[in-house]
């Protein structure tokens, strides 16, 4: 039986999305002891001492269902942020809400402004839902044109996707051009800013996001818990909206859609400030140190606010990718990047992993340039 057939066209069309290649399948394939994964954005550190501590007490609670509402967590969450607890919406990691954006709101017909290369997921759910994917390319410094993205918006518009920082460029917009961004999208036209990466970020022009948001009530932020909190394992996401679009957003959510262990860790997790901190420091400092050696290899690099890096090598990114597999370091090759095939993104990750990496690429590059 062919059971495409019973498929929506729609759904033929999508590219599955493939994440980075796991650590205990090179292992498997390719023998090797260890393997370092610099591929998936991953924070290196393993979760704090409070979340490990409140995982074991909870875990022998398993044999019932999850508080549906999440409400000690947006509890949790509203304090964190100086919010009310109206306006935060708990899923399944931030790509849930994507999802849900896209079948909740978008209609036959309608439309989803995203960049690309962005977050694939927007390509996805954009293909998925009722409605048109507009994909529009990235401009200078391979940075969100928000000016372009303004005038793909129609009156067929009805959700734009804004990552920043960006995915995989490691690029970010700034407070003003964001805020003129928004000031020209009408209000009928919702504004998704995924801030996956905003706790990395260091550069004072960021956004200021959480303070616009009574000032333009069809924005709406997502947030999550899988990367400075070291929880991507347990999938935890929040958006940050009006209290009326968190209405209907729970009118779609499936029960107890965020497990018990989930909450629990996400509440001990906001308690590690200090943590949080420390893990920021490192991250800038691991950051700093990829970019400087592979600028001193001739390498060009984007500037990055995230934890990791986007840089165009001297090799084809799939021989790259393949050469250093063999070597048991996995990284995140980006093939045709702007009709560019020697782009890759790169992880930062512990200070010995990334030790490793470079001095392995290094000694690629020049194997290269003397063949």
Known sequence: MDFKNLARDEVLDVKRYIPGKPMAELQRERGLAEVVKLASNENPHGPGQRVLEVLDRSIRELNRYPDDSAYYLHKALSKHLGLDSERIFIANGSVEILYFLAELFVNKGEEIVYAVPSFLAYSIVSQLSLGTGVPVPLGANSRHDLPAMAEAINENTKLVF?????????????????????????????????????????????????????????????????????????????????????????????????????????????????????????????????????????????????????????????????????????????????????????????EYENNRLMHVLKELIQTKSRS
């Open 162 to 350: 804004v990552c920043n920082p960006n995915n995989p460029t490691g690029t970010y917009n700034t407070e003003s051009e964001l805020k003129d961004f928004l000031d020209r999208v009408p209000e009928n036209v919702l504004v998704v800013v995924d801030e996956a990466y905003v706790e990395y970020v260091d550069a004072e022009d960021y956004p200021r996001t959480l303070e616009w948001l009574e000032q333009y009530p069809n924005l709406i932020l997502l947030r999550t818990f899988s990367k400075i909190h070291s929880l991507a394992g347990l999938r935890v996401g929040y958006s940050i909206s009006h209290p009326k679009l968190v209405d209907l957003l729970e009118r779609g959510r499936p029960p107890f859609n965020v497990n018990s262990l989930s909450q629990v860790a996400a509440m001990a997790a906001l308690k590690e400030e200090e943590r949080v901190e420390w893990i920021r420091k490192e991250n800038s400092l691991g950051r700093d140190y990829i970019t400087k050696k592979f600028c001193e290899m001739g390498c060009e690099v984007l500037p990055s606010q995230t934890n990791f890096v986007f840089a165009f090598l001297p090799l084809d990114s799939k021989e790259i990718f393949e050469s250093l597999l063999d070597r048991g370091v996995i990284i995140r090759p980006m093939e045709s990047f702007g009709g560019r095939e020697n782009a890759v993104r790169i992880s930062v990750g512990l």
